[in-house]
């Protein structure tokens, strides 16, 4: 089992901060995840989405959610201290983050190229907290292989 895998066999729930098109949210949501969506850089930018009579639908919670097995980011290499702090203090086994650029550097919503050593630092600083670390592979793709339904 890859790690991908393994880490959303034991998902329930998820903080999505930021993606690169509708499909990530829509995904999680239909494999029956808890969805929230951090929106906004205030604590009270937070969504929640889920499948409403076969529609994605979301609605404003208003607050960061108590718990979150992932958090899955769509944003620069930068931003991952913050991100390992907003999955410490949801709880998180894991973050899950996507570069949303091709091999060839060309965007792509499904894109996960990250330079080698990006890579590499974003895992030991994942592994220093403690947490999970996928960067290699589109969360949309690993749900859907990987038969995620709840």
Avoid at 16 to 41: E, H, N, R, T
Avoid at 121 to 136: C, F, M
């Amino acid at each position: 089992m890859t790690k991908a895998a393994r880490i959303l066999a034991g998902c329930q729930s998820v903080v999505v901060v930021d993606w690169p098109s509708q499909d990530v949210p829509a995904v999680l949501a239909a494999a029956g995840l808890s969805v929230a969506v951090k929106g906004g850089p205030g604590h009270t930018d937070y969504t929640e989405w889920a499948i409403i009579d076969g529609q994605l639908m979301s609605r404003y919670l208003g607050h960061q959610p108590d718990h979150a097995d992932l958090v899955y980011f769509y944003r620069p290499f930068s931003e991952l201290p913050t991100v390992i702090a907003l999955a410490m203090a949801v709880g998180a086994r894991a973050v899950w983050r996507q570069s949303g650029i091709s091999v060839i550097g060309a965007p792509d919503p499904k894109g996960c190229y990250l330079p080698p050593d990006e890579s590499r630092d974003g895992g030991a600083l994942a592994a220093a907290a403690g947490l999970d670390y996928v960067d290699d592979v589109y969360i949309g793709d690993a749900v859907r292989e990987n038969g995620l339904r709840r």
